[in-house]
């Protein structure tokens, strides 16, 4: 959950400012931030450390101080140097505040002479400062995506880097099988980028323990609060190098070939933009069960026919099924629209295929946690698993119109619709079989309100039936129901390849 930026104040608490460390002397960090946090003459401010993976004590100083001042203070830390100026480069975009006191190596800190600066500043638009930085004012929850850090041509070539981007809330009970089935892979050459939303279990200590087993493996980021999944995830971009990235939930874990799957498949088909796996499902207890793969055979598919069938299924439930070509992904994801916060990466998906094939491994390489935290649940509950999709299918026919030659995929908005009316049915027995009677009857009617002819589909005049028995009648009625149709409460068979898809 979401709280108030600390920068919400009122006016007379003067601008937030960002107090940014980095490549700061271990020796003198202790101090410094003493007469941070000692003086009482800027009230309004943040505290940013980005070690650039220090060895003089920096770092493990900064995390004391973070934990000590809870809410306040930000960290990150690269896994390899970067240097002084592309630290700094990468540090400012994390820094919050509409000005930003840059401190390095040994600068002392005074706060009197900073807000008289600063003073100075407001009143002058034009006064440039030697160490206080201006900064663009953004909405903090709409951030600009994928700042690409190509490693060196060499290393691509034969065996690429593959970023791992792992954002966390809270889900320390699932972190550490999540990061072990990271660093089990049988591909060598992984990092992972992750960031931590201020959460309050045990989540960050079991990154810090995984950051000191494998130190030239992991780059580190904590929030001094809880701003979003998109920030949350654009602290991993910002640290990522890799030719390849996976967006890993931190509930989910992958088996051991996961990654060397899906780089093999991308190496051989380099005109593909993505390689998705299939799933095995987990619950909260870490139980497993199995589906049938969405497509009946792994293959390469043509971006124009993927593009017509997301029009009619999201094919892939969560997006830790995806291994992205980086490059193929920039300028795809769509920030700030309306579906972002929850089917933004569907979105870029979309977009990727009207330029590029993919690749479809059917294999269960994924193993996807399901349970009642997740934001599918709360999707669930909210209606947006079809609300959401009936104003997706909208933006995604919108998309298509941009592109030539994807008149298949425009001209299944109709049909998509109707499925989706469909759909609303589908989750109006699942609450039912959850005994969420009041959930069940909003899908019931929403099914009508998008696909009004609805009421002449059996699964509906079933569930009118449904409404009208007592208590102790709807219970063996449901079962009934449920038993004779399994695939409307799941989907229960593969589905051929699309045309032009060629075996892989």
């Known amino acids: ?65 973070a934990k000590e001042h ?76 994928n700042p690409v850090r190509v490693e060196p041509v060499d290393e691509r070539a ?29 591909y060598g050459n992984i990092e992972v980028c992750f960031s931590d939303n201020a959460s309050t279990d045990d989540s960050w200590e079991i990154a810090l ?18 701003y979003g999944p998109n920030i949350n995830l654009w602290n991993c ?26 780089v093999e498949a991308l190496e051989r088909n380099p005109e593909a933009a993505f390689a998705m796996v299939h799933r095995d499902i987990m619950d909260d207890e870490g139980v497993r069960t199995q589906e049938p793969p969405f497509y009946e055979q792994s293959c390469l598919i043509p971006g124009f026919e993927q593009v017509a069938v997301y029009m009619m299924s999201s094919v892939n439930p969560s997006i830790s099924q995806i291994l992205y070509s980086v490059d193929k992904t920039q300028g795809k994801r ?16 979309f977009h990727i295929c009207c ?16 349970h009642g935290h997740s934001e599918g649940a709360q999707m669930d509950g909210n209606l947006l698993q079809c609300m959401g999709e009936f104003v997706l299918l909208h933006q995604l026919a919108d998309i298509a119109g941009n592109y030539p030659g994807l008149d298949k995929a425009r001209g299944r908005l109709q049909p998509a619709v109707e499925k989706i009316g469909r759909l609303c049915l589908r989750y109006c027995l699942r609450c039912l079989a959850a005994a969420d009677e009041q959930c069940a009857r909003r899908y019931y009617h929403l099914a009508v309100a998008i696909f009004p002819t609805i009421e002449d589909d059996e699964v509906y005049s079933e569930l009118s039936r449904y409404w009208g028995l007592a208590g102790g009648e709807r219970e063996d009625f449901l079962g009934r129901l449920m038993a004779r149709l399994p695939n409307v409460v799941k989907r229960v068979v593969s589905y051929p390849v699309p045309p032009g898809s060629v075996p892989c």
């Open 1 to 65: 959950m979401s709280v108030t930026p600390r920068e919400a104040v009122p006016d007379e608490a003067g601008p937030f400012i960002s107090i940014l460390f980095y490549n700061y002397d271990g020796r003198e960090l202790a101090r410094c931030l003493d007469s941070v946090l000692g003086q009482t003459v800027l009230a309004n401010y943040e505290i940013v450390i980005c070690d650039d993976d220090s060895k003089d004590g920096a770092w493990h100083i900064a995390c004391r101080y």
């Open 158 to 186: 034969y065996n690429p880097l593959v970023s791992v981007l792992v954002y966390n809330y809270n889900y320390g009970r699932y972190l550490r099988q999540c990061l072990e089935s990271v660093f089990s892979q049988t």
């Open 237 to 262: 971009v910002l640290n990522m190098r890799g030719k390849y990235m996976l967006k890993l939930c931190s509930d989910d874990a992958m088996r051991p070939e996961f990654i060397k799957r899906c």
């Open 70 to 145: 809870s809410g306040l203070i930000s960290l990150n830390r690269n896994r390899q140097s970067m240097g002084k100026a592309d630290n700094r480069s990468k540090a400012l975009l994390m820094c919050k505040g509409e000005y930003c006191v840059e401190l390095s190596s040994t600068d002392m800190f005074d706060a009197a002479y900073i807000r008289d600066s600063i003073w100075g500043m407001e009143a002058d638009k034009y006064l440039a400062h030697a160490f206080i930085t201006r900064l663009q004012r953004a909405n903090i929850f709409m951030p600009t995506y």
């Open 209 to 226: 323990e995984f950051a000191e087993r494998y130190p030239e493996r992991m780059c580190l980021t904590l929030n001094r609060m809880n």
């Open 334 to 349: 769509m920030a700030g629209n309306l579906n972002d916060r929850w089917f933004g990466d569907r979105i870029m998906d």
């Open 355 to 370: 330029d590029y094939p993919i690749v479809y491994i059917k294999d269960a390489l994924l193993l996807n946690r399901v």
